[in-house]
């Protein structure tokens, strides 16, 4: 599998681009329970900082079902 940094985005850069739909401290939650939500595969630990991974987070997100 091929990665491109571009591919890749803070929490607070994803935020940012999402032109309102979502922010920080909803990322930040969704982190946290990434193990029980599946966000687990969107994520890649870099020092302390997490990267989304933005194509798999977008699929993973496309797929998840309305709360």
């Known amino acids: 599998m091929n990665f491109s940094f571009e591919d890749f985005a803070t ?5 940012e681009e999402s032109n309102g739909l979502t922010n920080a401290n909803k990322l930040k939650w969704l982190i946290r329970n990434r ?3 599946g966000m687990d595969v969107c994520l890649k ?3 302390k900082r997490w ?6 987070f977008f699929n993973w997100l496309a797929n998840k079902e309305a709360a």
């Open 11 to 15: 929490i607070e850069q994803l935020a």
């Open 35 to 37: 193990e029980t939500n």
């Open 45 to 47: 630990k870099f020092g």
């Open 51 to 56: 990267l989304i991974h933005k194509p798999t």
